[in-house]
């Protein structure tokens, strides 16, 4: 059994590439397996960033500069705030905005796209246009030998009548103002020398936003996936 720390292994970028490669294929091979899509996007959404890892390791090396990764061999990945950095880095790379949101995430809160709905709740119930954004957060936790992915969504509106009547089981947050926690996923990856084993550890989510029982309305996963799979088109590294 591995010890509880330690330190990271520097490794070059031609065997930082073919590692993530390796892990790349694997996960998403399981990831393909999966019929229940949307009790896995906190793992598609870590393999958007495991490209955009190899797209900033590619463009921060080359013309005599070398800067080496470093590897975590507790989880058999980057280092996670290393691999969390230049993830969110590569949105200084790419020109799609949906997806620079997406990777910027793995370092804080950030807007992913916005929308607008009609809605007559409130005080006067009148019909009227309620502009929100959707907000996400993932973190990177290690545990034991495998990873934590877990996925924070909000909606945030200037309209509090909106989230009191829609949202109004999760209270506002302390951290983005004028917003409702709507969504809370975690994966459980696990990267060994046979492949990689994705585990769902569970759903917290508004009603509004996910309904088991009537999934054929839950539209939020496809938007949300569809950012994702964007990146396939984008990173040609």
Do not use: C, T
């Given at each position: 059994m591995l010890p509880d720390f330690i330190p990271p292994k520097l490794i070059w970028r031609e065997e930082a590439?073919?590692?993530?490669?390796?892990?790349?294929?694997?996960?998403?091979?399981?990831?393909?397996?999966?019929?229940?899509?949307?009790?896995?996007?906190?793992?598609?959404a870590f393999y958007a960033a495991l490209l955009g890892e190899t797209k900033t390791l590619n463009r921060l090396n080359g013309s005599g500069l070398e800067i080496p990764l470093p590897w975590d061999e507790r989880v058999n990945l980057p280092s996670l705030p290393t691999l969390g950095a230049d993830a969110a880095k590569c949105a200084d790379f790419i020109s799609v905005k949906n997806l620079r949101s997406l990777l910027s995430s793995f370092e804080g809160w950030v807007l992913i796209w916005e929308e607008k709905v009609e809605c007559g709740c409130g005080a006067t119930e009148k019909l009227r246009e309620v502009a929100y954004g959707v907000w996400a957060n993932h973190?990177?936790?290690?545990?034991?030998?495998?990873?934590?992915?877990?996925q924070f969504i909000r909606i945030r509106s200037e309209d509090k009548s909106y989230l009191e009547k829609h949202y109004s089981e999760y209270k506002p947050s302390k951290v983005l103002e004028r917003s409702n926690l709507v969504w809370t996923s975690v994966n459980k990856i696990t990267v060994s020398g046979s492949g990689v084993k994705i585990e769902d550890l569970g759903i917290t989510a508004a009603k509004r936003v996910y309904d088991p029982e009537n999934f054929d309305k839950f539209v939020f996963w496809k938007k949300f996936l569809m950012i994702i799979?964007?990146?396939?088109?984008?990173?040609?590294?």
């Open positions: 590439v073919k590692r993530i490669a390796a892990v790349k294929e694997a996960l998403k091979a399981e990831l393909e397996k999966e019929r229940d899509v949307f009790k896995f996007l906190p793992s598609w973190g990177l936790i290690p545990d034991g030998g495998s990873l934590l992915v877990k799979k964007s990146a396939e088109e984008v990173f040609d590294d």
